[in-house]
């Protein structure tokens, strides 16, 4: 049995497809990884608000996992009652680009000095703004591939 969908909404059981928006509650106990509950409305969360009676929740936005990429239109009406946390600047993690431990270790063997973890950021983003260079070099010479000269 083969399913082409994600996750069935918690209220209304409708079927949540891949790589498409949903919400959850934003009471902690109610995401829970072992019954975590979704929803694929606001008003479905609404319904799931009314039973639960939660004080000061929201419904936060969130996207399933991805099977295939499709663009999803016409985003729902969002009530922005709550403190959702909604990254509108697109999808692309700000993940820490550098080997924490090898880089600790040249610094140290380098200098003697520590590193503090704040560094680690920081230098990703450097490497961020490099990279997004090299990116826009690549396509100029036509590339699909960054490579060293692009630097
Ligand atoms: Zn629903
Ligand atoms: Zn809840």
Not at 87 to 113: E, Q
């Amino acid at each position: 049995m083969s399913e082409n969908f994600w996750r069935k909404c918690s209220v209304c059981k409708k079927e949540i497809g891949f790589d498409s928006k949903y919400y959850v509650c934003s009471v902690s106990s109610c995401s829970k990884k072992r019954a975590p509950v979704q929803f694929c409305s606001v008003s479905c969360w609404d319904s799931h608000n009314a039973v639960l009676n939660h004080k000061n929740a929201g419904a936060d936005e969130e996207r399933s996992p991805k099977r295939r990429r499709m663009v999803t239109s016409s985003p729902q009406p969002q009530s922005q009652n709550s403190q959702s946390i909604s990254n509108s600047s697109g999808d692309i993690p700000k993940d820490i680009l550098v080997v924490v431990s090898k880089l600790k270790a040249y610094i140290n063997t380098k200098s003697g000095m520590n590193t503090s973890a704040d560094v680690m950021p920081v230098l990703s983003d450097i490497i961020r703004v490099e990279c997004d260079k090299a990116i826009e070099s690549a396509k100029r010479s036509g590339r699909k591939t960054v490579m060293a000269r692009d630097f």
